[in-house]
């Protein structure tokens, strides 16, 4: 799990989530309030996609978030 801040200075957690199909999700929650949103990610197994997650920077988080749909 990582936490960062939008380009508005809200902070969000994301974490991955073990999808299927060789799928995971990025799943963005908004600390301040319930917004959940997601996002699929290419990788090959969870340790990877978290490995991926640990090296992204803030920019690349802030574009996933961006591109990101809601949980419904």
Known sequence: MRSFDDT???PW????LDA???N???V????GDLTVRKTVMA???LRLAEQQLLDM????????????V???
């Open 24 to 26: 995971m999700l990025l």
């Open 13 to 16: 957690q994301v974490a991955v």
């Open 57 to 68: 920077d803030e920019a690349q988080l802030r574009e996933l978030l961006a591109e990101s």
């Open 28 to 31: 963005f929650s908004h600390a």
């Open 43 to 45: 990788a090959e197994n």
């Open 70 to 72: 809601p949980w419904d």
């Open 20 to 22: 299927s199909y060789g």
């Open 8 to 10: 508005s200075g809200n």
